[in-house]
């Protein structure tokens, strides 16, 4: 069975706050086993580590469509796995109407979730009690089980620094102590539909290693899609709501194509070659025309504005071809309407999109929006009150 592309995918989230008619539509269209292996995938993902002392099956029945059934093992190891069918031996059968589960997984508004969902306790049915001595054990097991296995529909996203570690992104834990300000500017787009765009995947040993990071966005925003750029084929990463990208950021003619294919972008985060020249050439063709109003530019790793072997300068004041030289030139862009010389930047162009600045060590966020409200009033005096 083939799987929901990004397009589909982001069309069912979309449906998932619309009305019932609207949304069973949309599962119709996509085919409700489509989406319901989505849906099983995305719970998986999502749930925390099962803390259990043998293997218990866990059964999900989806109804309003045609009866689709999965069974999810929930091993010692703390992995859950999942299948189609269904299971003589699960402890637990949640049954949740297809439509709902979209709602919980991928929706905004948020019904208390025990109103849309039945669990039948199977636990006597399917073990023997006379024969399992540590029958009241096995029992709470079995319900730690049948926790971890809702915690992929019901549990919030840890912050940004547990992420981080779970997934093994560099964003957070001695390398770099980015998340906190990531979290700060971040927190309050969990819930939006997203389109972000991260460049710099990472691993080095092959197509399916690195990634921690679209990993840990993928968790953070549970309406996301995510897109990672690099430079080596990176596809054995993909998955749902994952797609990777192989291109050169310093390349302007692809990644203004590819950015016009996957574009706009909400959030585009540069963790890169962290080469100035590269760094620069990415934000000049991403920022203005590919970025939305409203989205965030972050550049990561600036220190190597001072390194010469990424083009920086050895010296206490990073040079204007750096990416802190960017962010000096930023800084003066978005005051471009109180320029008394044109100086290149008074009239459009990206001057007149830069709302904000926020620069942290190593790390910068660029603000986009409309920058233009005529400046400060002619009548004020240039030269002082003197």
Known sequence: MD??????????IGAADAGDDELRGTISDLGAARVARLLVEEIVFRADPANVHRTFDVVLELTGTQPLSYVFQVRPDGRIEHSEGTSENAVHVITYDIAD???????????????????????????????????????????????AVLSGVDAPAPDLGHLSARYLSDKWGGLHWFTPHYEWHLAG???????????????????DTGGGSML?????????VIFGMDIFDKSGLDQPRIKTL???????????RVAT??????????????????????????????????????IEDMWTSYCPGYGGDDAAEAGPATSVGLIKQLVDALHHEEHHVAAGVADGGVASW????SVYRNLAFISKGVNIDGGIPRFIPRRGLA
Not at 246 to 256: A, C, F, V
């Open 3 to 12: 799987q929901l592309g990004l397009d589909e995918i982001e069309r069912l």
């Open 189 to 207: 787009r969990r819930h939006e539909r997203l389109r972000i765009l991260d460049i710099g995947v990472g691993g080095f040993e092959g197509r």
């Open 216 to 224: 840990m966005w993928r968790r953070y925003f549970p309406r996301a």
């Open 101 to 147: 589960l979209v709602r919980d997984v991928f929706g905004t508004v948020r019904t208390p979730r025990p109103v849309r969902r039945a669990i039948r306790s199977r636990f006597e049915e399917s073990h023997d009690a006379a024969a399992d001595r540590g029958l009241l054990e096995s029992v709470l097991y079995s319900q730690r089980a049948t926790a």
């Open 354 to 357: 830069v709302t904000g600045l």
């Open 261 to 298: 294919e996957h574009g706009p972008f909400d959030i585009v985060i540069d963790d890169g070659s962290h080469v100035n020249e590269h760094v620069r050439t990415s934000f000049g063709v991403l920022f203005e025309k590919h970025l939305r109003p409203g989205g965030i530019y972050v």
């Open 246 to 256: 192989r291109g050169d950021q310093n390349d302007e003619e692809w990644l203004d």
